[in-house]
Nanobody, 122 residues
Framework: QVQVVESGGGLVQPGGSLRLSCAAS????????MGWYRQAPGKERELVAA???????NYADSVKGRFTISRDNAKNTVYLQIDSLKPEDTAVYYC????????????????WGQGTLVTVSS
């Protein structure tokens, strides 16, 4: 019973910035990792950035130096600060959350948000 909600997408000119937010809620015992993926028209979904509970990060080569992922563990929320946007960044951005449920078996969960659209155009 975990829900993930993304927000912050929109229409931005090249060179502009956005901050995406992803909040997870529900019967969460722990979160191991949260990440941002994106999918452009006609392309496969790809990892953009990920962060573990311990703070370790991983970025796609195409966004290094422009995107920054961070999280607020107390709020079960992850953020993606996007700077120097390029038209190639246009995509639906999805949040992925991995962790353990509050259950007798601490069952692992992996859920996706509904996505938020980022459009970069002049």
């Amino acid at each position: 019973q975990v829900q993930v909600v993304e927000s912050g997408g929109g229409l931005v000119q090249p060179g502009g910035s956005l901050r995406l937010s992803c909040a997870a809620s529900g019967r969460i015992f722990s979160i191991n990792a949260m990440g941002w993926y994106r999918q452009a028209p006609g392309k496969e979904r790809e990892l953009v950035a990920a962060i573990t509970s311990g703070g370790g990060t991983n970025y796609a080569d195409s966004v290094k130096g422009r995107f920054t992922i961070s999280r607020d563990n107390a709020k079960n929320t992850v953020y993606l600060q996007i700077d120097s946007l390029k038209p190639e960044d246009t995509a639906v951005y999805y949040c992925n959350v991995e962790g353990a449920l509050v259950s007798t078996t601490m069952r692992r969960f992996e859920v996706w948000g509904q996505g938020t659209l980022v459009t970069v155009s002049s």
